[in-house]
């Protein structure tokens, strides 16, 4: 059924690439509408913020649980997966572990914190610093070293 509706996806060796993209969307997104809220001092952008914010930690929580559920199937050698696989998956976790509290403090002072403000906001930079960090070993995984399997064949033929 999967190759019918998702015959790309058929390749994949797991679900974690499918996954990933709504909350490396999502989060930038959130800072991005906390930072507009707070210039344009408009508490319609900050509850718009939350919700991206508690979306997108929403789906790093599932990319983090297909990401340690693949580990195991990931194909590379020894040396790649500790020193990339096992250094995107700290970074990851760190995002989510970030996200899960920026996402607490925004829910408990909705729809953003009034004291700490400022505090919020580097949360939220560091928040995407440790995120594209960890993306970035995910991404070397996959295009450096073929992580996601079959599902991009080396080399890669040109066709038109």
Not at 38 to 52: E, H, K, M, Q, V
Not at 113 to 130: E, H, K, M, T
Not at 131 to 150: C, E, I, P
Request: charge should be positive; include cysteine; charged fraction near 10%.
């Amino acid at each position: 059924m999967l190759d019918a509706l998702l015959p790309g996806a058929a390749h994949l060796q797991n679900l974690h690439p499918l996954v990933v993209h709504a909350p490396l969307a999502l989060l930038p997104a959130a800072a991005l509408l906390y930072l507009l809220a707070a210039l344009a001092r408009r508490d319609a952008l900050a509850w718009t913020g939350l919700w991206l914010l508690a979306l997108g930690t929403a789906g790093g929580g599932v990319a983090a649980a297909t990401g340690l559920w693949a580990m195991g199937g990931v194909m590379v050698a020894p040396t790649v997966h500790e020193r990339l696989l096992d250094v995107h998956e700290r970074w990851m976790l760190a995002t989510t572990a970030l996200a899960v509290v920026l996402t607490a403090w925004a829910l408990v002072a909705r729809p953003a914190p009034r004291r700490g403000r400022l505090l919020f906001a580097l949360g939220l930079l560091a928040l995407l610093a440790v995120m594209t960090k960890g993306a970035d070993f995910g991404g070397r995984l996959v295009y450096d070293y073929n992580a996601g399997g079959s599902a991009c064949g080396q080399p890669i033929e040109f066709t038109r």
